[in-house]
């Protein structure tokens, strides 16, 4: 054999060794709904195929999974959900596919909030998450957290990738670290008495706690809450009382509620925000950091008056 032949076999032999690392197929990942669809995908990049069961624009609160969603999850090599109750439909999907692979809670090591059922505490409330507020993502360090136990995750399931998941976990952070700092300057320079926001439902307190702002909503943690007539009365009335100009839609809820409260008071409602959904792909909350910095700038803004 020539000496170029043999060059020849040793660089065909080096790249069957390395081909299967990058040819391999992605982890298949299910995530229970589109944030954390991003924040895999952000740990994962081209190592996972990403499945969300709880779409953009949609509301996890009242999902019904679907016999296809029982296959993905059947076929699924890392299941990934938030817990502190919000997916209360997960237990019982995961029985049914006979699911016994690794699986994330991307709150565990969260500080949990305990839950509100609503603004006055004592409204009806059909279906609860039970003792702690589920919508941990709304502060950026506990995403941190969340980022963490995903690249933990990916590292059981890949043990290979784990180089590439702990490489991309360590640069996101410091986006996040980044994006916390640029909302709370965003928020500094308005006296801390100002900061009150009407949303529809209670999805904030951890924002709120994060950053120092004051949130106020008709629903409990949940959509599936229902708003006493009590409840919303005295919500007018303090809105009244204390001139809260904040008044807000989110995306996944019906703006009904909030349209009475804005004609009750007279204060317009300033737009929407994102809670437990991202937006479609190409609008201005198609990733976390997106919603993040879109809901700073439009409560800002909504808070100063302007």
Known sequence: MSSLTRRTALAAALVAFTL???????LRVVASFSLLGDLVQ??????????????????????????????QVGQAQLVVSNGLGYEGWMPRLLQSTGYKGPQVVTTKGVKPIAGTRGHNHDHGHKHDHGRHDPHAWQSVPNVITYVKNIADGLCTADAAGCPAYRANAERYTAELKTLDAD?????????????????????????????????????????????SAKGVAQLVRQIRKEGIKALFVENISDPRLIEQIGRETGVKPSGELYSDALSAPGADAETYVRMMRTNTERLVRAVRGD
């Open 20 to 26: 299967p690392a990058h040819a391999a197929e992605p």
């Open 42 to 71: 952000q740990v994962g990049g081209d190592r996972v195929a990403v499945t969300t069961l709880v779409g953009p624009g949609a509301d996890g609160h009242v999902f019904q999974p679907t016999p296809a969603h029982a296959r």
């Open 183 to 227: 909302i709370r300057a965003a928020w500094a320079p308005i006296p801390a008495a100002q900061r009150k926001v009407i949303t529809s439902h209670a999805a904030y307190a951890y924002y709120g706690q994060a950053y120092g702002v004051r949130f106020l909503s008709p629903q409990g943690v949940s959509t599936e809450s229902e708003a």
